[in-house]
């Protein structure tokens, strides 16, 4: 496998649709490549309730096993605590674990690095590691926009794709998807 390690920052605001477009990403390299590549790291799907965002899951794209992340955050709230969210340290270690065995693999995807990672060196500090190993054809990793400038400074080649809505979000992901897999076969 050649290892170039190209990554594609994705960012925009809360709940824009960034885990969406990484998703639709994914599903459509499995599609294009007809299980030929390998696909791992951490997705991070909103857990919905009515329509309202309650919490956070983390989904290991290796295995499909999924664990609670976080819940929104109360004034009696355990674990991590975000602006919105109570981190649950269990399942941040877990996606360490994750995420230390994730390369070399052909797509990583870590979803999402925050203030945790940024900020306070907590969170998913490996997915930091096994993206600056650039052991991986292409990676997708998410930033929010008011933390972009780290992840640009860390990794000035990386090319930034900021999703504006959901819609948005589908269109910009089957394009990128084409870039990826076509490049990857190079």
Known sequence: MKRRGDISIVSGSVGSGKTTFCNSVI?????????????????????LAEDTKIGIDALDLTSGERRRLAQRL????????????SMDRGTIDWCNQVLRKSTPCDLLVVDELGPLEFERDEGFREGLTA??????????VVVRTELLHFAEERWPEAVVHTIRNREHAAVSAAELSKKVFLAGKG
Do not use: F, M, N
Not at 31 to 47: M, R
Not at 131 to 140: I, K, P, V
């Open 74 to 85: 109360t004034d009696s709230s355990a674990g991590i605590r975000t602006q919105r969210w």
């Open 27 to 47: 599903e459509a390299i499995k599609d294009t490549a007809q299980g030929t590549w390998t696909i791992t790291g951490i997705l991070a799907p909103a857990v």
């Open 131 to 140: 993206l600056d190993s650039g052991q991986y054809r292409a990676a997708l």
